[in-house]
Structure formats: structure tokens, C-alpha cells
Nanobody
């Protein structure tokens, strides 16, 4: 069956780094746009990054530009999110999501994505 499994979250001090992974199975990941969303307590789920399927064009939310890097390895059916210089406001549950198609642009809503992982918790605290 279709699965997206995130890992790599944890407790990190401000300024620290994490690399989140999202492993896909049950579908051909290379044909899907993959996005990372996050949801903090009491807040809506928001897209923070996305990578296109064929062109590899990436998107970043303004507040994470320069600190987050998304990449994909279609052979390994894995998408990564490198997070550097973590800030307290980055603390959230991070989800990966998949959408059949080519491009990230214009698809920022949770409703645009067909498959979801269970999430991985990122906590930022000193």
C-alpha cells in the first residue's frame, strides 16, 4: 500500500541542524511532487518546501530560505529536508506529502496533496 514514512526529527538546540527523511513506497515517487509541511500547536499546517518531479525546481517558504534545503533521490524513493540554524519558531510536527504531477508552483494547500506521512516531531529548545 502507499506509504510515506518520515524520520529524523528530535530535540535540537537553537542554531542546530537536523536532516529529515521521507521514504516513499507503494507508488512511483519519481512521478510525484513532494512537499514538506509543518504544523505547530494551535496553528494551521503550512507548506515549507517542495520539490518538483521532473524539473527538480524547488520552493521554500520565505522564513526558511537559506536555512532549509530539500532534495530527492528517486532511486531510493527518498526526499530529504536539511534544516540548519534551527529557530524556536521551527518547532512543529513535520509531514511529507505527495502530489501526482510535475510542479510545486500553485499547489500550496494541504488539499492539493494525495498522500501523507505520519509526521516527525521537531523540538527546538535550549
Amino acid at each position: 500500500q502507499v506509504q510515506l514514512v518520515e524520520s529524523g526529527g528530535g530535540l535540537v538546540q537553537p542554531g542546530g541542524s537536523l536532516r529529515l527523511s521521507c521514504v516513499a513506497s507503494g507508488f512511483t515517487m519519481s512521478k510525484y511532487v513532494i512537499a514538506w509541511f509543518r504544523q505547530a500547536p494551535g496553528k494551521e499546517r503550512e507548506r515549507v518546501s517542495c520539490i518538483g518531479s521532473t524539473d527538480g525546481i524547488v520552493y521554500y517558504k520565505d522564513s526558511v530560505k537559506g536555512r532549509f534545503t530539500i532534495s530527492r533521490d528517486d532511486v531510493a524513493s527518498t526526499v530529504y529536508l536539511q534544516i540548519n540554524d534551527l529557530k524556536p519558531e521551527d518547532a512543529a510536527v513535520y509531514y511529507c506529502a505527495a502530489r501526482y504531477g510535475y510542479y510545486c508552483s500553485g499547489y500550496g494547500s494541504t488539499y492539493d496533496y494525495e498522500y501523507w506521512g505520519q509526521g516527525t516531531q521537531v523540538t527546538v529548545s535550549s
